[in-house]
C-alpha cells in the first residue's frame, strides 16, 4: 500500500511521523512524507519518500512565538503566515498523494483530510497533541489550561468547550482562503462549519501519538479513536557522540539538560545567562543545546557543555533532569529516560505539557517563557535533582513508557482502519 503523510512546521512535528513512516515501511507499505523542502535530506536519509511543501519552517514558527500562549493572536497570525500559501501548499500536497492509496493527515497536514475525499482513498488522521476529539476529560491542548483542574467540578464543560471554540477559531481563520482553493481544486464545497462534526459522526479514525500513562485515552472516546503510546525514532545504529561529549560526561555527575529546540525569537544571549546563572546557585553541571538558535554564543565555565544535533534517547540516559520548552516530542523523550522535567513553555501545545507533567508529579510547575528569571528557574532545577519522590515518580513512568511500542499500535491500528493487514 501506498501511504502518504501530510505534515510539516517544526523538526519536532516532523520526526515522530517519520517514525510512524518507517513503522508502516516494515509493515509493508510504501511511505512518502510530504513536508518543507528543509527536511528532505532528514526524510530521505531514513529510507521514506518525500515531497516538498512551499514554506520556511524557520520563519513560521518564530513568527507563531510571537503570540506566545494566545489562541487567538496564534490563530490570526497562522493566518497571516500560511494563508497565501494555502493555494499552493494544496496543489503540493495534492501532488504527493495523486497515487496514494491512504493519506494520513496531520493538524499541520490538515489539508490531506480535503484530498483523501476528493481522490476516494482511505484516511487516517494522526496527532501529537489533543486537538481534533472532544473530551470532558482534558482541554484541547492549544486552549490555556487557567485555573480548571480534573478533580473541579467545571473543569467537564469547560473542556469540552475549549475544543469548540479551538475548531472553530482556527476554521473560520482559514476558512474563505481553505474553502476557496478547495472548491477550485478538489471540486467539492467544505461547508460553513468545517469538518470536526464529521470527524466524530463519521467516525473517522485518528492515531494519537502520546503514552496513555502520560495522558489516558478518556471514557467518551469512541473505539475509532487511539492512544498508541509513543512514536519514538530510534538513533541510527552507526551513530557514534563526540569524544568531547563523552569525556565531558564522564567528568563529573550526571549533569542537566537545557535546550529550548525550535524556539529561535527569544533574546539568546540573555536566556544564557539565565541558564548559567541558575545552574551555578543550583551547583549543578549543564549540558546546553543550541537547537534552532535558542541558546548564545557566550563563554561557558568548565562545568558546561554546548552541543549541536545529539539523539535525545541516548544523552537524556546520562543527565539527571532536563530544561526544555515542552514540545511533544522533547518532552516524550525526557519522560522515557524516567528523569524529572522542567518544562518553560513558549506557545502552542507546551503550556499543556507543561501542566501534565506538573499533574503527574515528575516535574515541577511550568515556568512561563515571560516570567523566566535566575532564581524561578534554579529553585525548578533544585527540586528536580533532589526530590527523591518525584524522582521515583519519574523513573516508574519512565519504566512504563519504555514497556510501550506506540508505533506497532498505530500501524495495527492504521491497518484496520484501511484493510491493510499487514
Not at 520563519?59 to 490570526?76: D, R, S, T
Not at 519504566?399 to 508505533?407: L, P, S, T, W
Request: with cysteine.
Amino acid at each position: 500500500m501506498r501511504v502518504t503523510i501530510t505534515t510539516g512546521s517544526s523538526r519536532g512535528e516532523v520526526q515522530p511521523y517519520v517514525a510512524l513512516g518507517l513503522g508502516l515501511k516494515a509493515a509493508g507499505c510504501e511511505v512518502r512524507i510530504a513536508a518543507q523542502a528543509p527536511y528532505e535530506g532528514f526524510v530521505r536519509g531514513r529510507g521514506l519518500g518525500f515531497h516538498p511543501i512551499s514554506g520556511d519552517p524557520h520563519q513560521i514558527v518564530a513568527e507563531l512565538l510571537e503570540e506566545g500562549n494566545n489562541p487567538v493572536g496564534f490563530a490570526l497570525r497562522f493566518r497571516r503566515i500560511l494563508g497565501p500559501l494555502m493555494e499552493r501548499n494544496l496543489q503540493e500536497y495534492l501532488a504527493a498523494c495523486r497515487d496514494a492509496e491512504a493519506i494520513i493527515y496531520t493538524p499541520v497536514g490538515f489539508l490531506g483530510y480535503y484530498i483523501a475525499g476528493a481522490l476516494r482513498v482511505p484516511r487516517v488522521g494522526a496527532a501529537l497533541y489533543p486537538l481534533f476529539s472532544r473530551t470532558r476529560y482534558f482541554p484541547s491542548s492549544i486552549v490555556p489550561i487557567g485555573r480548571l483542574r480534573p478533580r473541579n467540578a467545571f473543569s467537564g464543560p469547560y473542556n469540552y468547550l475549549t475544543y469548540l471554540f479551538a475548531e472553530q477559531l482556527f476554521w473560520q481563520s482559514f476558512r474563505t482562503l481553505a474553502s476557496r482553493a478547495i472548491k477550485d481544486h478538489l471540486r467539492f464545497s467544505t461547508g460553513f462549519w468545517g469538518p470536526f462534526g464529521d470527524l466524530r459522526r463519521q467516525r473517522e479514525a485518528i492515531l494519537y501519538g502520546w503514552s496513555p500513562g502520560v495522558l489516558p485515552q478518556p471514557p467518551d472516546w469512541g473505539e475509532w479513536l487511539h492512544t498508541t503510546g509513543y512514536w519514538f525514532l530510534e538513533r541510527r545504529v552507526e551513530w557514534q557522540a563526540p569524544q568531547k561529549l563523552t569525556d565531558f560526561l564522564d567528568s563529573g555527575p550526571p549533569p542537566v539538560f537545557v535546550g529550548f529546540g525550535s524556539m529561535n525569537n527569544i533574546d539568546p544571549e540573555k536566556l544564557t545567562d539565565i541558564v548559567l546563572r541558575a545552574l551555578k546557585l543550583t551547583g549543578q553541571r549543564g549540558i546546553l543545546a543550541t537547537g534552532w538558535g535558542g541558546m548564545g554564543d557566550a563563554d561557558l565555565p568548565d562545568t558546561v557543555f554546548r552541543v549541536g544535533d545529539v539523539p535525545y534517547d541516548w544523552l537524556f540516559e546520562r543527565v539527571k533532569a532536563t530544561v526544555h520548552h515542552g514540545g511533544a516530542g522533547t518532552t516524550s523523550e525526557s519522560l522515557r529516560a524516567g528523569i524529572p522535567t522542567v518544562v518553560v513553555p513558549f506557545f502552542a501545545d507546551q503550556p499543556f505539557w507543561g501542566w501534565r507533567v506538573a499533574e503527574l508529579g515528575v516535574g515541577p510547575e511550568p515556568i512561563s517563557r515571560r516570567s523566566l528569571r535566575v532564581e524561578r528557574l534554579a529553585n525548578a532545577i533544585r527540586r528536580a535533582t533532589s526530590d527523591r519522590d518525584m524522582q521515583a515518580r519519574a523513573g516508574a513512568l519512565g519504566r512504563r513508557i519504555r514497556g510501550e511500542n506506540g508505533i506497532e499500535r498505530a500501524v495495527e491500528a492504521f491497518g484496520f482502519h484501511t484493510g491493510k493487514a499487514s
